[in-house]
């Protein structure tokens, strides 16, 4: 297990400094994942979307493919990490970068070692950084302890320290990293007949998935174009409002008929919902009332403002300040939960929402990286 961990480490950094043999002149597409394809150009490596439309520049010396929304890259002969937007999400500035799982990387920087993550915490000091162990480490390596996968960290006097990596959730929100409540765990991606990785919606679904916000239908499907009913929307704000607050419903909620009687109670309880909101709970959610249900969530109402409410209030035309749910909306597009359906930021508030479009709002809920700043 532990040789298997270290080829696949080596593997990792061969095709990152190297990448794989270029092409005379000609655009090399390989395969999709989560909407994107590594391109390659005259030995210069990007991404393209679905249509073939390059859509990350062609300037890294070699890439790997997307998972979970991140992709590591190189760029002069240092690492680092982008979403899929090309954002980076770790700086390239590092030697060796290693996925641990989590969200964080084993990294190297010259002689010395430690593991960063994806999302910044501010430190004792009172200043942001990306270092949950800081590099200062003599080695850091993925093995196995008491039967269970740890990381190993030796120090440069030789002392070791080996933390299992079940424990690290609980040290990220220690931390106070964004998204701890929700760890990304490396590996653990759904293989849907009924989402290919060409598919805009792969990655949401994956980060969905991953995270234990939503599961499959059946059969291997996740039926990403069916409308989401009421009672499927207030199991996930349940699920995700338990989780944000340490409460236990997600890990202790009965089978009960109907099935969504607890999710309802909790919403009605943490007061997600009133009493009388909907009039029934088996009809299908429009996308005003999914916004207003989510953002009513603790966890939505926590999340800082990253986008100008003035400017989103501007740009969204299709919602107007008077109508039920209006601020809901709003807040969710200043939070960078929503984007709009089109380029021009549009809602469509009174239409029915697809599996697929919640995953894309409970995925950036739960995962701060993927949130997006508008303006």
């Known amino acids: 297990m532990k040789d298997g961990r ?26 999709y994942q989560e909407g994107l394809a590594q391109a390659e150009e005259e030995g210069k490596w990007g991404f ?63 002689n010395r070692w430690g593991v960063v993550s994806v999302l910044p915490y501010t430190g004792r000091d009172g ?25 190993m960290l030796t120090a440069p006097d030789g002392a070791r320290t080996i933390t299992p990596l079940f424990r690290l959730p609980g040290i990220l929100q220690g931390l106070g990293v964004g998204g701890s409540q929700f760890p990304l765990t490396r590996g653990r991606t759904p293989a849907f007949t009924d989402v290919k990785g060409r598919d805009w919606y792969a990655l949401w679904v994956d980060l969905a998935y991953n995270t234990g916000i939503m599961s499959g239908t059946g059969n291997n499907a996740f039926e990403p174009g069916r409308e989401v009913t009421v009672a499927e929307a207030l199991q996930m704000a349940a699920n995700m409002d338990s989780r ?68 989103v209030m501007g740009a969204v035309k299709d919602v107007s300040l008077r109508e039920e749910g209006a601020q809901a909306i709003y807040g969710l597009y200043a939070k960078g939960i929503l984007t709009g359906v089109d380029e021009n930021l549009s809602f469509r508030p009174d239409e029915l929402v697809t599996r697929a479009e919640a995953a894309a709002l409970a995925a950036r809920l739960a995962r701060p990286e993927q949130r997006v700043d508008l303006f």
């Not at 794989?20 to 597409?29: H, K, N, R, W």
């Not at 949950?132 to 008491?146: C, F, I, R």
């Not at 919902?273 to 989510?294: D, H, K, M, N, P």
């Open 127 to 151: 200043k942001k950084t990306n270092e949950v162990y800081p590099l200062t480490y003599e080695k850091v390596e993925l093995g196995v302890s008491g039967g269970l996968d740890a990381l």
């Open 244 to 311: 944000y607050k340490g409460d236990t419903f997600h890990t202790t909620a009965h089978v009960t008929s109907p099935w969504y009687t607890e999710a309802v109670d909790y919403c009605l309880a943490s007061g997600i919902i009133s009493a009388g909101q909907f009039e029934g709970y088996e009809r299908q959610i429009t996308r005003r009332e999914l916004a207003r249900v989510f953002a009513a969530t603790s966890l939505a109402r926590s999340l800082p403002t990253r986008n100008d409410v003035v400017k």
């Open 6 to 31: 270290r080829l696949g480490a080596l593997v990792l950094s061969l095709c990152l400094f190297l990448g794989a043999v270029p092409a005379a002149s000609a655009l090399t597409v390989h395969g």
């Open 48 to 110: 393209v979307g679905p249509d073939g439309g390059v859509v990350i520049p062609l300037q890294y010396d070699s890439v790997v493919s997307f998972s979970l929304g991140m992709a590591a890259v190189n760029l002069g002969g240092r690492l680092g990490v982008i979403r899929t937007d090309g954002k980076y999400l770790i700086q390239p500035e590092y030697d060796t970068l290693m996925p641990a799982g989590y969200g964080l990387y084993i990294a190297q920087k010259g």
